[in-house]
């Protein structure tokens, strides 16, 4: 199993943003190097309604460009977002919208109010699960 590096300050991040949008689904931006997570952007949640993420186009370029100056370089190598009450697993909805085949995709799910975070990568609308590391 593939591993992907989320320090625990990340992940507490990530449950923290989560927990602040719900009921809505939150999302960001993973940005590190070589399989080892160092930020977490948070995004605005451009997509109606309660049930679906969409990161806003206009950050996800503008964090791009940033990235460009960055040395040593950093990339996204990876998205957030939250199921707030649902499992942690990608839903039908985020296999189809998986368009980047090496980013990893990771989900904070918060059913019963318990947070479980899990990481994908998604290929062809199939998942494979990632071990989280530190």
Same mark, same amino acid.
């Given at each position: 199993? /593939? ?7 990340? *992940?507490?991040?990530? #449950?923290?943003?989560? *927990?602040?949008? @719900? ?12 399989? *080892? %997570? ?24 503008? %964090?791009?460009?940033?990235? *460009? ?36 995709? #990771? /989900?904070?799910?918060? @059913? ?9 990568? /998604?290929?062809? @609308?199939?998942? @494979?699960?990632?071990? /989280?590391?530190?």
């Amino acid at each position: 199993m /593939i591993q992907l590096r989320l320090p625990r300050a990340v *992940r507490k991040a990530l #449950v923290a943003h989560a *927990r602040r949008d @719900r009921p809505r689904e939150c999302c960001g931006l993973l940005i590190g190097a070589g399989g *080892r %997570v160092s930020h977490a952007i948070a995004m605005r949640n451009v997509a109606a309604g309660t049930a679906r993420y969409q990161l806003d186009p206009r950050e996800h370029i503008a %964090v791009r460009r940033i990235l *460009r100056g960055c040395s040593p370089a950093l990339e996204i190598i990876g998205v957030y977002h939250s199921h707030p009450n649902g499992a942690a697993r990608p839903s039908p909805t985020d296999l189809t919208a998986a368009h980047y085949p090496a980013w990893a995709y #990771v /989900i904070v799910g918060l @059913r019963g109010g318990r947070a479980v975070v899990r990481a994908f990568q /998604i290929r062809q @609308r199939r998942p @494979r699960q990632l071990r /989280i590391g530190r």
